[in-house]
């Protein structure tokens, strides 16, 4: 899994729109506040109760562009919506997201996350 999400990262620093996103002085804080055991809870929490039901009423709307790392990750990482999950990563729509899916999405937000802090 981990040369998938090395290709995915190349592809993710290509576009324009992805690479413009990065974390602000206040999240790493709260991030280094919770602890990253906290954040990557809230990351598992946030994917298996927005992104991965089969039908999302508001799909492409579901995640702010705002107000958790997490948030800011999942744009950056394209795993804000389905629409860009099928994209980015090959993942079908449509259908419920099962276990690995969900863990491999939470680790790209992690990745990018942890990337971040350095």
Request: aromatic content about 8%; glycine content about 2%.
């Amino acid at each position: 899994m981990n040369e998938r999400i090395e290709k995915v990262f190349l592809n993710l620093s290509k576009s324009k729109f992805r690479s413009h996103f990065h974390l602000k002085e206040k999240d790493k804080i709260y991030i280094l506040e919770k602890g990253i055991k906290v954040i990557e809870n809230h990351a598992n929490d946030f994917v298996t109760n927005r992104i991965s039901p089969k039908k999302i009423l508001n799909d492409g709307k579901q995640t702010p562009m705002k107000g958790h790392p997490v948030f800011i990750a999942q744009h950056a990482t394209a795993t804000c919506c389905r629409n860009c999950i099928y994209k980015w990563h090959n993942i079908p729509k449509n259908v419920e997201l099962n276990d690995e899916q969900i863990k491999y999405i939470v680790d790209v937000i992690m990745k990018w996350i942890k990337n971040e802090l350095k």
